[in-house]
């Protein structure tokens, strides 16, 4: 049976946010909290936060979730790729498929995550009205190329310049692109979070 880990991406700057971006709250829980969460409830037996900026502040907030953390120390100049890198090279032999996604895409669907864990390949990914989202998942014996690749992209570009198997699965779950870079992309959320409650409600 193929191990389920997982990456979060923490590292950045959140410069546009002028908060910090993962320890922001939705619903009385930090958006890395909503993120663990998610891959713990599909499954994930180790998962990786990746530090930078306020390092410190991440490891306390997390200190009680039985989460490994790695540091980017040049977080402030490497683009998500280097993170990732970091990430994957402190699950090394810990899992055979890597759930991967920023800090802060916190309501996607536990249902949609599911139905990508059901699919095979190299790269699995969902797409949202032709959008690429998060999380990702990436089968473990692609990171040798991965940890190489020095192109254009980051990790689409290496994916696509790759030959790897690529699997699309179209989701219905606007949570899968909803990140969070400004002060009007939390609000989007907040309101998302609020008409999908009122929805299950009903």
Same mark, same amino acid.
């Given at each position: 049976? %193929? ?13 546009? /946010? ?11 829980? %930090? ?8 891959? @713990?409830?599909?499954?994930?037996? $180790? ?13 306390? &907030? ?11 120390? #040049?977080?402030? &100049?490497? *683009?998500?790729?280097? %993170? ?26 536990? *249902? $949609? ?13 969902? /797409? ?19 940890? $190489? ?14 030959? @790897?198997?690529? $699997?699309?699965?179209?989701?219905? #779950?606007?949570?899968?692109?909803? #990140?969070?870079?400004?002060?009007? #992309? ?8 609020? @008409?999908?409650?009122?929805? %299950?409600?009903?």
């Amino acid at each position: 049976m %193929s191990r389920l880990g997982g990456v979060i991406l923490a590292a950045g700057l959140s410069s546009r /946010m002028k908060q910090f971006k993962p320890l922001m709250m939705i619903d009385g829980k %930090s958006m890395i909290r909503h993120v663990i969460d998610l891959m @713990c409830g599909a499954g994930a037996e $180790t998962i990786v936060v990746v530090t930078g900026h306020n390092r410190a502040r991440i490891e306390a &907030h997390l200190a009680d979730a039985g989460v490994l953390f790695a540091f980017n120390p #040049d977080y402030a &100049h490497t *683009q998500q790729l280097e %993170s990732l890198r970091i990430g994957l090279s402190a699950l090394h032999g810990h899992a055979d498929r890597i759930l991967i996604s920023p800090a802060d895409v916190p309501l996607v669907s536990p *249902q $949609t995550v599911r139905d990508l864990l059901a699919l095979s390949g190299d790269f699995v990914r969902p /797409m949202y009205h032709a959008e690429a989202g998060h999380p990702v998942i990436l089968d473990a014996s692609f990171i040798p190329m991965l940890m $190489t690749y020095d192109g254009p992209g980051g990790l689409r570009g290496a994916v696509e310049s790759s030959g @790897c198997i690529l $699997t699309e699965l179209d989701v219905a #779950d606007r949570g899968t692109v909803l #990140d969070n870079d400004t002060p009007e #992309d939390f609000e989007r959320l907040r309101r998302f979070f609020a @008409c999908s409650n009122a929805e %299950s409600e009903r």
